[in-house]
Structures are given as structure tokens and as C-alpha cells.
């Protein structure tokens, strides 16, 4: 079956530029080369401590000047990716992310580690930037969306299962040298990317210009759900050793969290258009918050599996629902690129937020904050939401 990438070009409606499969295909595996660092965040959170001997909020702030790189990298390009060639974006951000991890692993031992893990995170956000623009502007963006995050959810559980036998054998640095070689592997796709584009509309028939107001409750929505999403996934390794448990028995609850999100990703594609976006957003983002709660005064390890498992299971079935729902909240095509841009923002902040509050071991503070703000960014978007739905129910201009 082929997919088509469709581009609208101003003033010129018959016009538009058709990537096609290879297209999308380039997308989804530049994808997943954008987050290899932060799909196993956890994972490189608890090797900063064991393997490097670093402090916990050390670590934590190890990730989040990384995510930081990464969200710079996303806003800018929020706003200038239009004027661009896609391609040199692309090529751009995989040497930079490449060169950002190989200094990495060079000065694994030394404080400038913070500056090369930034550089790999601005390099790693223009990847991450011009793939999920393009997969938003398919005409499935659920479906590709979930294919997306199947794809790098089964590199993360993969790896996040073999990274305490890794660290053992290799090293964390050799870690950051294979980081960089996919990177330099991935070059070639680059090409498989369509050029440049003067508007990402998109011809979504649910699409409807909502006010500037909505529309900012919906973006500050995408940052609240994010930032829990950022706090959660920098510290859950670390509650997990706080609570006793070994580092392998972590990693073990970890993989079968990313196996178990697999399926969350893939129920988003069966029940999208079977059930109401709001209904998945809502249970997403409730089962987000319930999630959390069950990781305060951990003591159990079974309830430590249940509680990651749903976390990232319920993740990943909202993640292309959400997304999906605030593209339709405009009819010119640029809300992705916002959202993501916040997205990035959120998960990026979310590490250096959790690092201030630890404190002694002590993560209450910060998973009562991610608990807020789940239901903070599901009540910033039910307006957005209804208001969009009204719109829709309204009869098409005569």
C-alpha cells in the first residue's frame, strides 16, 4: 500500500510533494535515531550513578542538559523549519548529534560531559523536529504516529534490558561510540527526506481554526502532560534502586514496561476511530497520574513493575491521540511543529525540575508534582477539546 506525503503549496492546490513510503519509512527510523539517548533515559540515568559514580540530581542533570540541547533545537526550528532544506537539517543534526556523543564518550570522566551531552541533544532535536513534522502531515497520523513509536519502543526495551550487561562489558562510554555510529549509519536516509516546504497544510477534513486562547490552553496542556512525562522517565530508575532493588531487576521492570508500551502504541492504531479521542486522552492521562501513585512509598517490587508498565503502556496509547487531536485545532498546519517543540520542552525540563527536588534520596516532592500536573493537562485541554467538537457539529459554510 503506498503512503503519500502530502504538502500543500500555497496558492497552487494541485501542487504537492509526494514523499511516499521510503518517505515515511526515512521518518519514522530518523525517528527513533532522535531519541536513542532518551528512549533509555532511565536506564543512562542509572549508569551515570553506578558506572560514573555520579550523585543522583548529578545524573538527573546530566539527562536534562541533554533534553535541554534537545529543546532548544526543536523551538528554534519550530519557527524556521519552513525556510529550510529538510535534508540539511537532517544531515545537519545526525553529524552534530554524532560529534556530541563521540566527545561524550572521550570525556565521560570529565565535567564537560555537560557540554557534549548538550551538543548530542541539539543534534538529536532537529532529528527529532523534521520526523515528527513529517509524520504529521500523513493522512493517517495515528496510525504512522503508533508505527513510529513501535519502532523505537522495541529499540528501548531491547537495550534498556541488556544496559547493566552492557555497562559490565563495554563501558558507558562505548555506549555513547555506538550512539554516534548510528547516527553516522542513519546519514544516507537523510536523502529519502522531502526538500523543503512554504506550508505544512495538511488536508484534514476534522481540522478547524479554533481561538488563540484555545489554542494556548492546548499547547499549555502539551507542556504539562510532557513535563510529568520528563520527570517521571528521568527518576524511575532511581526509585526503583532507592527501593532496594537490584540494578538488573530494575532493567528487567523497565524492558517489560517498553514491551508492554509496544502494545499501548499499537491499541492506539486498532481503536483510533473506534473510540472518541477524548475518551483514550482521558484514560491516558488518568492512568498517567494513577500510574505515579502507586510508586509513592514504594516497598514492593511487583507493584513497581505494575506501576512502570502502566505508565509507559498509557503513554504510548495517548501520545498519537493527543497529538493528533491539537493538529485539528488549526487549519494551517503549524500546531505539530508547536507541539512538538513543547513536547520536547516538557520531557527535556522534566529531568532538571526532578534533579531540584531531590533531596536525600526523596522522591515524594517530585512525583506529587508529576501527579498535578497529569491532571493539570487534562483539564487545560477538555475546553480546547469541546470547543473543537462544536465546531465540527456546526453546518459547512454555504
Known sequence: MLVTIELSVPGDSSRTFKGGLPSLLSSILLGTVGVLSFIVQPGL?????????????????????????????????????????????????????????????AF????????????????????????????????????????????????????????????????????FYMFAAICLLALPTARLVIRSHHSEEAHNPKSRQLSSFLIILALSSILAYNLAIGITWGILALVGLSAGFTEQGVADALFLSQVVAVGGALSSVFLAGRISAHLAILIGMAGGALSIALLLNLTDYAIFISAVCGFNFL??????????????????????????????????????????????????????LCIALFVASYFLLVKPMVRHRQHLAEPADL
Open 315 to 368: 503513554w504510548n496509547f495517548a501520545l498519537p491521540f493527543i497529538l493528533a487531536k491539537v493538529c485539528e485545532f488549526e487549519t494551517k498546519g503549524k500546531m505539530m511543529s508547536y507541539a512538538i517543540a513543547l513536547q520536547v520542552i516538557g520531557v527535556g525540563a522534566g529531568p532538571i525540575i526532578a534533579g531540584l527536588l531531590i533531596g536525600d534520596g526523596d522522591y515524594t516532592s517530585s512525583q506529587l
Open 45 to 105: 540515568v542509572q549508569g551515570f550513578v553506578t558506572e560514573l559514580g555520579r550523585t543522583e540530581p548529578e545524573a538527573v542533570n546530566l539527562a536534562g542538559i541533554e533534553m535541554l540541547g534537545t529543546a532548544i533545537s526543536a523551538v528554534i526550528l519550530a519557527f524556521v523549519t519552513a525556510r529550510l532544506n529538510w535534508r540539511f537539517v537532517v544531515a545537519a543534526g545526525l553529524l552534530l548529534a554524532a560529534v556530541g556523543n563521540i566527545l561524550s564518550a
Open 108 to 175: 565521560v570522566d570529565d565535567d564537560l560531559l555537560y557540554t557534549f551531552r548538550f551538543i548530542a541533544g541539539a543534534g538529536h532535536g532537529a532529528i527529532i523536529s523534521i520526523s515528527f513534522t513529517l509524520i504529521s502531515v500523513t493522512r493517517h497520523t495515528e496510525r504512522n504516529l503508533a508505527v513510529y513509536l513501535t519502532s523505537l519502543l522495541s529499540y528501548g526495551a531491547l537495550l534498556l534490558w541488556f544496559m547493566p550487561a552492557f555497562f559490565d562489558a563495554f563501558g558507558i562510554a562505548n555506549l
